[in-house]
T-cell receptor
Framework: TQLLEQSPQFLSIQEGENLTVYCNSSSVFSSLQWYRQEPGEGPVLLVTVVTGGEVKKLKRLTFQFGDARKDSSLHITAAQPGDTGLYLCAVTGGGNKLTFGTGTQLKVEL | DAGVIQSPRHEVTEMGQEVTLRCKPISGHDYLFWYRQTMMRGLELLIYFNNNVPIDDSGMPEDRFSAKMPNASFSTLKIQPSEPRDSAVYFC??????????????FGSGTRLTVV
């Protein structure tokens, strides 16, 4: 079983639409990170959320950490083709190692 | 800093051959990680080092895989002999231990390995 389940697995939308992707677990985490991976590149950190209920905004991206610190969501407003990529959530475990979620592959078309 | 540098970017090899992947972490980072990414299994941690010492290699699939970090600026991941099921993108990442929770990892661009 996966520690972090992300949904949906795939998402294809038109430019200008809004979307939300989810990262869920049955475990409680002290913090959670979101990464974006573009084709042919490694993942790049977008944000870290630490406090239950915390909301962070990065331009058109809004990240929320669940009150119980078991889940998180990423909302994109007015998606653009540049938002295309694989979105990964990740949590730290012992020894500073990150465990990544299953990922959401987003494609934004013109 | 040029970031985490991996080489080669692409590698095509025949089954049974030895493959060596290389990584140069960011200067000053004390943790180095090797991950493998496939469509079926996503990003999987293979092994990681702290101050050049292997800490956890429980993710290494089998004895055909080995990793070394002879100094703070270089690491290798070797597969011998290689098999078609080893085909994947291999990523190296580095981090500053005390800042992982806030600043995460910096990944290289990966090596796409194809074993035919």
């Amino acid at each position: 079983t996966q520690l972090l389940e992300q949904s949906p697995q795939f998402l294809s939308i038109q430019e200008g639409e809004n979307l939300t992707v989810y990262c869920n677990s049955s475990s409680v985490f002290s913090s959670l990170q979101w990464y974006r991976q573009e084709p042919g590149e490694g993942p790049v950190l977008l944000v870290t959320v630490v406090t239950g209920g915390e909301v962070k905004k990065l331009k058109r991206l809004t990240f929320q950490f669940g009150d119980a610190r078991k889940d998180s969501s990423l909302h994109i407003t007015a998606a653009q083709p540049g938002d295309t990529g694989l979105y990964l959530c990740a949590v730290t475990g012992g020894g500073n190692k990150l465990t990544f979620g299953t990922g959401t592959q987003l494609k934004v078309e013109l | 800093d040029a970031g985490v540098i991996q080489s080669p970017r692409h590698e095509v090899t025949e089954m049974g051959q030895e493959v060596t992947l290389r990584c140069k972490p960011i200067s000053g980072h004390d943790y180095l990680f090797w991950y493998r990414q496939t469509m079926m299994r996503g990003l999987e941690l293979l092994i990681y080092f702290n101050n050049n010492v292997p800490i956890d290699d429980s993710g290494m699939p089998e004895d055909r895989f080995s990793a070394k970090m002879p100094n703070a600026s270089f690491s290798t991941l070797k597969i011998q002999p290689s098999e078609p099921r080893d085909s994947a993108v291999y990523f190296c990442a580095s981090s500053l231990g005390r800042q992982v929770a806030n600043y995460g990892y910096t990944f290289g661009s990966g090596t796409r390995l194809t074993v035919v």
